[in-house]
């Protein structure tokens, strides 16, 4: 039996921007939904933490998209508050500062005549005799820019990012984050450029919330709540019962205690391990066993407050000096005036890439606060008696691991998923295990309530589109990604960053 909208009722486990995408999409469907988050506020990554006024992100957030429907959905939660923002960042690397993406006359002269000799040649020689297998990231740069620049600008930042060798991260995340780029291509752009040439260039401006990317969900969380579309916080959802190929239910933990939610529907952003684990009866062994070995590598900030009005032009710095842990430093005034309260002081987030119960993320906050103290210091972005405070926040599960064997894990998951649990959906980042910027993962929320009226699209050939995530092409309109079904958004009534910490190059930038 089909069931009709007014007999359907959604239940959307997770409230970031997947999620709420998702029940924004339904309320415009009139199809009832309620959305239960494990956290005591919205947001996920995304979020906005407020400091004695001073606002930051957990890592920076950029608002761009070659979606049409995300746009519009920003806009209309937002209007005004949705503000476009100048850009710039930069490589911090033996004491000099780099443009990202890396420009080549900057980065050759940059390291000087005799750095940038052994690069052109390092780079030849890779062309000459590249790699014959490409399995990992070391593999697949090397062989597209030389082992010496891939020991510069990739090698020391991505594994403090991630927190394993470059021969453990797989090709797959390298190719996702890089496509069409070379030294060649970079050499040839910056200096034989044609004017009818289509290449591609920086993207120097993008929008972003007033006070911060917390503020859009936020603002939407209040306008669901006032269309009586529940958003409750603080719900962990702790088992998920399942029969006959569909899930029935589930069961959140609460501030008043365990709770039992019916429904028709499922979408789930929560992570994939998380999910796999919490159903009752128990998905197979391996199932369970492929889930477990899905890995994350966790975050914290520490944000400092600096009694000086300006203290880089940048919004945010890569920090490729191996003799600091600091892996990014966000200037989180230079994203939105607003997110300082005090046009005379700035707030600097420093973020460190960590595992859970490391030696980092199980240090005491006063103690987090001093090494950032010390490492900014000696990185002489300011002087000691500037810094007047500080603070500390942590993210578990911020970033879904592209190691060996991952893309299997997730397949077996997926699999039994889809033939096990016909209602569920997986959606967003840690919801599919997949490296989605927010709009992607907004795209995969807004494709999912669309199955769920009738369509039949994959949310999973929903790519990440990485070659606009730092640079775009000189084109007139952007073309819309090839999916396995076809997207069919105009049927609706009504329409519709980050970043992300990857090596430069290979990075985006939607946390």
Same mark, same amino acid.
């Given at each position: 039996m089909t069931l009709s909208r007014d007999n359907r009722r959604v239940i959307i486990i997770g409230g970031g921007p997947a999620g709420l995408t998702a029940a924004q999409q339904l309320s415009k469907h009139s199809v009832s939904a309620i959305v239960l988050e494990a956290d005591s506020v919205v947001g996920g990554l995304a979020r906005t933490v407020n400091y004695k006024g001073y606002l930051f992100d957990i890592g920076g957030h950029r608002f761009y998209t070659k979606w049409d429907e995300v746009r519009k959905i920003w806009?209309?939660?937002?209007?005004?508050?949705?503000?476009?923002?100048? +850009?710039?960042?930069?490589?911090?690397?033996?004491?000099?500062?780099?443009?990202?993406?890396?420009?080549?006359?900057?980065?050759?002269?940059?390291?000087?005549? $005799?750095?940038?000799?052994?690069?052109?040649?390092?780079?030849?020689?890779?062309?000459?005799?590249?790699?014959?297998?490409?399995?990992n990231l070391e593999q697949w740069v090397s062989n597209r820019f030389g082992r010496r620049l891939y020991e510069i600008f990739f090698k020391t930042y991505t594994e403090k990012v991630w927190g394993i060798p470059c021969t453990e991260i797989h090709a797959d995340w390298a190719a996702q984050r890089i496509r069409g780029l070379s030294l060649t291509t970079a050499v040839r752009n910056a200096l034989w450029r044609k004017k009818d040439t289509k290449v591609k260039t920086l993207i120097d401006q993008f929008h972003y919330p007033e006070r911060g990317p917390g503020q859009m969900w936020e603002t939407l969380t209040q306008w669901l709540r006032g269309q009586n579309y529940p958003v409750l916080t603080e719900h962990r959802v702790v088992r998920i019962h399942h029969r006959d190929g569909k899930v029935t239910g589930l069961v959140a933990a609460g501030p008043g205690g365990e709770k039992h939610f019916e429904g028709t529907d499922f979408i789930s952003s929560m992570p994939i391990r998380d999910l796999i684990n919490a159903l009752d009866k128990p998905a197979p062994e391996q199932v369970r066993r492929a889930a477990n070995r899905l890995r994350y590598r966790d975050f914290l900030i520490v944000s400092l407050i600096i009694n000086r009005k300006d203290v880089a032009p940048d919004n945010w710095i890569y920090i490729?000096?191996?003799?600091?842990?600091?892996?990014? $430093?966000?200037?989180?005034?230079?994203?939105?005036?607003?997110?300082?309260?005090?046009?005379?002081?700035?707030?600097?987030?420093?973020?460190?890439?960590?595992?859970?119960?490391?030696?980092?993320?199980?240090?005491? &906050?006063?103690?987090l606060i001093d090494l950032a103290r010390q490492e900014i210091l000696e990185l002489g972005l300011v002087r000691p008696e500037e810094i007047e405070d500080g603070t500390v926040v942590r993210m578990p599960k911020?970033?879904?691991?592209?190691?060996?064997?991952?893309?299997?894990?997730?397949?077996?998951?997926?699999?039994?998923?889809?033939?096990?649990?016909?209602?569920?959906?997986?959606?967003?980042?840690?919801?599919?295990?997949?490296?989605?910027?927010?709009?992607?993962?907004?795209?995969?929320?807004?494709?999912?309530?669309?199955?769920?009226?009738?369509?039949?699209?994959?949310?999973?050939?929903?790519?990440?589109?990485? &070659?606009?995530?730092?640079?775009?092409?000189?084109?007139?309109?952007?073309? +819309?990604?090839?999916?396995?079904?076809?997207?069919?958004v105009g049927a609706r009534s009504t329409p519709g960053d980050g970043q992300q910490p990857c090596a430069p190059i290979a990075a985006g930038e939607d946390m």
């Open positions: 806009e209309e939660i937002l209007g005004d508050k949705f503000l476009l923002r100048p +850009r710039l960042s930069r490589i911090y690397y033996c004491k000099k500062f780099f443009l990202y993406p890396l420009v080549a006359k900057n980065a050759l002269f940059g390291l000087g005549l $005799i750095e940038a000799a052994r690069i052109v040649a390092s780079y030849l020689h890779a062309r000459v005799f590249p790699s014959p297998q490409e399995e490729h000096d191996p003799s600091v842990k600091v892996g990014r $430093i966000q200037n989180f005034k230079n994203w939105s005036p607003a997110m300082v309260p005090d046009p005379n002081k700035t707030c600097l987030g420093l973020e460190y890439f960590v595992f859970v119960n490391d030696e980092l993320w199980s240090s005491p &906050d006063g103690k911020a970033y879904p691991i592209y190691d060996e064997g991952w893309a299997g894990q997730v397949s077996v998951v997926r699999k039994y998923v889809e033939q096990n649990l016909t209602n569920l959906q997986l959606v967003g980042r840690n919801g599919m295990h997949k490296y989605n910027n927010q709009d992607h993962s907004m795209m995969t929320a807004i494709c999912a309530v669309e199955n769920i009226l009738g369509a039949h699209h994959n949310l999973w050939a929903i790519n990440t589109e990485p &070659d606009y995530q730092e640079e775009k092409m000189e084109e007139t309109a952007p073309q +819309r990604p090839a999916y396995a079904e076809p997207l069919r």
